[in-house]
């Protein structure tokens, strides 16, 4: 388990409790414990056609948790200094995204769903959907 300090500052990817028996496997997620954040919103993408990218933005302050609550798909994640993608194909792993991070999440599996726990209700005007202001920030700030 990751502490708050290393959740706050940087993404990561982290491991859910899978319980499992002969009925299958169950997983869950609770505030406090698992989140640095209290969860105000559950979305999800499905359907998603083969070769489609979703993401494409940075948010000012939402933070989120992702799963593949089926399937998989790759989320390609940059600070404007350095970049990582992780393949995210597992229900029991959660990647945490802090605030101001850039995501393009690409390369999903038929029937993917990609389950995202969020920190606040959606907003529109917490979304930074261009590229070069989001490095104009993040450069105003550094
Ligand atoms: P968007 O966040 O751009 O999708 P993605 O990042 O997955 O590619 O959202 C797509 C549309 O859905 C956009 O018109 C905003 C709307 N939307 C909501 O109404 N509520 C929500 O919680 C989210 C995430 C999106």
């Not at 640095?36 to 559950?42: K, L, M, N, S």
């Not at 933070?63 to 993608?85: M, P, Y």
Request: net charge positive.
């Amino acid at each position: 388990m990751l502490t708050k300090q290393k959740f706050l500052s940087s993404w990561h990817a982290f491991e859910l409790k899978r319980i499992a028996d002969r009925r299958g496997s169950l997983t869950f997620i609770e505030n406090d414990s698992h989140l640095p954040f209290a969860i105000q919103r559950v979305y999800y993408l499905y359907d998603v056609p083969s070769g489609e990218s979703r993401g494409a933005h940075a948010h000012r302050l939402l933070q989120q948790v992702i799963v593949a609550a089926s399937g998989s798909f790759d989320v390609t994640l940059s600070d404007g200094r350095r970049s990582e993608t992780f393949n995210i194909n597992r229900p029991d792993v959660g990647l945490y995204i802090p605030r101001m991070i850039w995501r393009d999440i690409q390369n999903f599996s038929g029937g993917a769903v990609c389950l995202v726990l969020a920190s606040a209700r959606y907003d529109e005007n917490d979304y930074i959907r261009h590229y070069g202001e989001f490095l104009n920030l993040i450069r105003r700030a550094s």
